[in-house]
């Protein structure tokens, strides 16, 4: 049984604003693992993950949880890889005190549902960690599906939670 039809009709996460069969547009967050880097670490695996079916889009929640000042950080690459490599693409992910919501995804589901969240801290960040700086890094996940055009007009490539799961109502302007 899907963890779809599993829910209430009342769920927050499932949207009927135009009549139509209600649709799940995501979960709600995943811890999938806190990490401690050392100055040996390249591309580390933080945790294993599965997307929901049909999903094509991996959200995720990354907090700083070892502020310093000054502020040494810079980017990481933030990956989900298969078997079948990185499916969803990477990006580069700076760490946060109050977090921050990174997108994985290429408009389709990857081939494989489950995977490992990877990220790599970059040289800059390693060599911050070597002077006493320590790295601690929270990760959390969300699957859904990021509408691309088709289906559910109320919700177009965007990432949306409501109470009462009406998403947003989108203006198009033309400034021509």
Do not use: H
């Not at 997307?51 to 990481?76: C, F, H, K, N, V």
């Not at 919501?101 to 990877?118: K, Y």
């Not at 002077?131 to 859904?144: I, V």
């Not at 998403?167 to 302007?173: E, H, I, K, R, Y």
């Amino acid at each position: 049984m899907s963890s779809q039809s599993q829910r209430g009709a009342d769920s927050p996460r499932r949207s009927n604003p135009t009549g139509n069969s209600p649709s799940l547009r995501f979960t709600d967050w995943s811890t999938v693992g806190e990490r401690t880097f050392t100055p040996d670490d390249l591309t580390e695996v933080v945790g294993s993950f599965v997307m929901d079916q049909d999903a094509d889009t991996l959200w995720t929640r990354i907090t700083l949880l070892s502020p310093a000042e000054p502020w040494p950080w810079s980017y990481g690459i933030l990956g989900f890889k298969t078997s079948n490599g990185y499916e969803l693409g990477s990006v580069k992910a700076y760490p946060e005190v109050e977090s921050e919501v990174f997108r994985l995804g290429v408009g389709r589901p990857p081939s494989e549902r489950s995977g490992l969240l990877t990220f790599e801290p970059r040289s800059f960040n390693l060599a911050w960690i070597r002077n006493g700086y320590p790295l601690t890094l929270k990760f959390e996940c969300a699957s859904g599906v990021t509408g691309g055009g088709s289906g559910d007009p109320v919700v177009v490539n965007s990432f949306v939670r409501s109470t009462d799961g009406s998403g947003l109502q989108l203006v198009q302007v033309d400034f021509s």
